[in-house]
């Protein structure tokens, strides 16, 4: 992504910039966490993420068995969400945001680290305790990524095979 003199010298790209202005639809914690899931889906940045959960957070999606716990089992929950995918793109179609929790509606779209095209929805709840996630849990049907042993695959490579917690 090009960078504007404007943005430069913060190191953002527009695509983050524009995540930024989509804040009049999140508040303040939400829009934290979509701005540093772009840095993570288009830097490969997993501190910026791994920073917003408490150290006895909870992650998990439909891929997982049990949820990864701590901030350290938030970092590889990440780590290997960005790892599956060769470039992933995530929009925020709504946010809605209240004291302790969000909700964020949301489509992604790329392709997995196979080569392989993907696009599919989701909605994600985030809890928050004392401004950080204390709980994040992502609600898709996995199976809108595709029969097929490379889309089912991605699906699987979400999931860390071992927990750091």
């Known amino acids: 992504m090009g960078e504007t003199a404007e943005g430069a010298g913060r190191g953002e790209s527009a695509r983050e910039r524009a995540a930024a202005s989509a804040g009049a639809r999140g508040t303040a914690k939400a829009q934290r966490f979509v701005e540093a899931l772009y840095r993570l889906e288009y830097k490969g940045d997993t501190d910026s993420i791994a920073s ?7 992650v998990s999606n439909p891929t997982d068995d049990e949820p990864h716990r701590g901030r350290e089992g938030a970092r590889a929950f990440w780590s290997k969400y960005r790892q599956s995918f060769d470039h992933v793109h995530s929009a925020f179609r709504n946010i809605v ?9 949301w489509s992604s779209e790329g392709r997995t680290a196979a080569g392989d095209d993907f696009a599919y929805d989701g909605v994600s709840v985030l809890e928050f305790e004392r401004g950080e996630i204390r709980r994040f849990r992502a609600y898709f049907d996995p199976r809108a990524l ?3 042993a490379v889309k089912t695959d991605a699906v699987r490579a979400m999931t860390p095979t071992e927990r750091a917690d």
């Open 52 to 58: 917003l959960f408490a150290d006895d957070a909870e």
């Open 97 to 105: 945001e209240a004291d302790d929790a969000a909700l964020l509606e």
């Open 146 to 148: 595709g029969p097929g």
